[in-house]
């Protein structure tokens, strides 16, 4: 789990995570490190709402929305669609949190140069 992000958000040490409440918070805290402003989940996953359509390192969302095994789609509203399976409350809160911690290390890398192939270098 990101304890390092929680520690670094809440400026706590460690964080029971048995309790929903706890989780929720986990959750909260993640959100702020990602540049989430809102993250609706249900059954069939989760549609992240990125702050102001911004993301701290552009080219690590692009590679994690090009990557297959993500499941993620980017719909024409700038709003990422995670499609999963979690039926019920505790999956989904579980399966959040994973998405949003993966979400939070990649703002938290240093942002890369996009790499353009040259014309005529195939």
């Known amino acids: 789990m990101p304890w390092r992000v ?5 400026g706590v040490s ?3 995570l048995g ?3 706890a989780k929720v918070i986990l959750v909260k805290a993640l959100c702020r490190a990602a540049n ?8 069939k ?3 992240v709402t990125l702050r102001n359509n911004e993301f701290p390192n552009p080219v690590g969302l692009v590679k994690m929305v090009s990557d ?9 509203d700038q709003k990422l ?3 999963r399976d979690w039926p019920n409350a505790a999956s989904r809160l579980k399966g959040t949190a994973a998405i949003l911690s993966r979400m939070a290390k990649l ?4 942002a890369e140069a996009p790499q353009f192939a040259r014309a005529g270098s195939n």
């Not at 297959?68 to 024409?76: E, S, T, Y």
């Open 81 to 83: 669609v995670f499609s």
């Open 19 to 21: 309790d929903p409440v």
């Open 6 to 10: 929680v520690s670094h958000v809440l």
């Open 36 to 43: 989430v402003e809102k993250v609706e989940a249900g059954p």
């Open 14 to 16: 460690t964080v029971e």
């Open 45 to 47: 996953g989760a549609v």
């Open 68 to 76: 297959v095994g993500m499941a993620v789609r980017l719909k024409p």
């Open 107 to 110: 703002a938290e890398a240093p």
